[in-house]
């Protein structure tokens, strides 16, 4: 493991923005793209979000934790709450399917986590709380360069 850091913060809607700094900061080292630095930021969003308007109602007590881990060019990230929980998880990750249709949620943040990370797993308990966890790889830039093209 080359890095490993743990943010934890009470769960209200203004710490998204912290946590997608905090967490664009940990990954700065692996030089990412304009791309990746988007994708990643919204993964962070999304999850984030979720455990502080799903998990936790944004009841202002909750803490959200995230943990991440740096080896090589890959972050395995898990954000968790120990709010209320997913009752079915599958349900939960279909495409448009959301809990708080009343809130104008589209219902697609696990599909958009799940498009922009290389792994995406869900645990969750009714409860007791839920953890998502992702991996992405960033690809050097070097790599990508061809000679005579950008």
Excluded at 44 to 66: K, L, P, Q, R
Excluded at 89 to 95: L, S
């Amino acid at each position: 493991m080359d890095n490993e850091m743990t943010l934890s913060f009470i769960a209200i809607s203004e710490n998204e923005g912290l946590a997608r700094m905090v967490m664009t900061s940990f990954i700065a080292s692996l030089d990412p793209t304009i791309d990746e630095l988007g994708e990643f930021k919204t993964i962070v969003s999304e999850a984030v979000t979720n455990a502080i308007i799903h998990g936790y109602e944004e009841d202002g007590v909750g803490i959200v934790t995230i943990r991440a881990k740096r080896e090589g060019q890959t972050i395995t990230m898990t954000i968790s709450d120990a709010g209320r929980g997913i009752p079915n998880v599958e349900q939960a990750m279909e495409p448009l399917y959301t809990s708080k249709p009343e809130s104008e949620r589209s219902g697609m943040g696990f599909t958009i986590m799940e498009s922009f990370s290389d792994r995406l797993s869900v645990w969750s308990e009714p409860q007791k709380g839920t953890a998502i966890t992702f991996t992405k790889e960033f690809i050097p830039v070097q790599a990508n360069f061809v000679l005579g093209e950008r």
